[in-house]
């Protein structure tokens, strides 16, 4: 047989593939994903430069070369120079003429702690769930989940650094005045669970702001129980105390105002969680739910937000919850109408959003 003149081999499955390719499209892809990874890397050395004051340094003493950095912050100028260029690179550093600073924008989220916009405690986050990998990987497996005491090491303290700020910020000034009538409750003396307290971060700003009240915080995790307490002799509070508690079960009543911040979604059966608490609460009592902003649909949360949440839920929410009694799972972006669901199922009968910021909804229940 005489070969054909001018015909193509066949085109493998590669190839098919390869001409269908829209070359803007993966493109803009590669980018992002290279922006992705330069923001990946960047998470140990912007703990770094938080860990050794460099950023407070760079603010205190800027505009300077990156040998006087070394020496005012006792590092050495070597390591500094190529953190330093690697900062600048990133967008988190200024650099100007050989000399570096932070510009007030660069100040607010990397040298000020009680910035409403600082993000130390999202890269300590970040890190803290990269060490998380292998066991949650292998909940994949499993379907069981991963408990929040078994989880990375420093998860506990990276969580309330994340949250901090929106609390320092939100919690007195926005969030309780926005409730019914509570405010004025806690100004003549009240009685208040924080229910799901972590390190305390919300139980103690409360309770040094309304001094005639009386808090305390609840948590199943002794691991932050022990840190809150010492948080609130850090700061001779006398009118808070922490317990370790669940949700489903905590002791106390007659309570004016319960609130869980950011933590509803996390446990095991918060149905079980909102039916106690309703029965804790006295008559004309009021919850306070704080949870992650998020829409009902997927489609809502593709957004930087729900980015972030969604993969934070992947490996820190839902592996706590699932390592817990019924594990509902509802996860860091369930959404106002499911957690509303979940709230009246408590025998809650008026629920509404109060407030809201960048990266929390708060919903009141009564």
Known sequence: MKAVIGRRPPINQEESDMTQLNETTLKDLVDRILGDIGGAVSVPLVRIGDALGLYRTL?????????????????????VREWLAAQAASGYVHHERGLFSLTPEQAFVFAEPDSPVNLIG?????????ENQLKVQAAFKTGRGVAWGDQAGCMFCAVARLFRPGYVNALVQDWLPALDGVTDRLK?????????????????LMAQAFPNSRFVGYDFHPGSIAAAKAHAEAHGLTNVQFEVGRAEDFDGRDFDLITCFDCLHDMGDPKAAASHIRKALKDGGTWMVVEPIAGDTLEENINPVGRLYYSASTMICVPTSLAQETGLALGA?????????????????HIRRAAQSSLNMVLEAT
Do not use: N, W
């Open 59 to 79: 603010k205190e003493i800027g505009p300077v070369k990156a040998d006087e950095l070394a020496d005012a912050s006792g590092c050495a100028p070597r390591y």
């Open 188 to 204: 003549s003396g009240a009685t208040v669970a924080d229910v799901g307290c972590g390190h305390g971060v919300s139980t103690v």
């Open 122 to 130: 999202a890269f300590d986050t970040a890190a803290a769930m990269v």
């Open 333 to 349: 972006q369930a959404g106002e109408r499911r957690l509303t669901e979940v709230i009246r199922s408590g025998g809650f009968t």
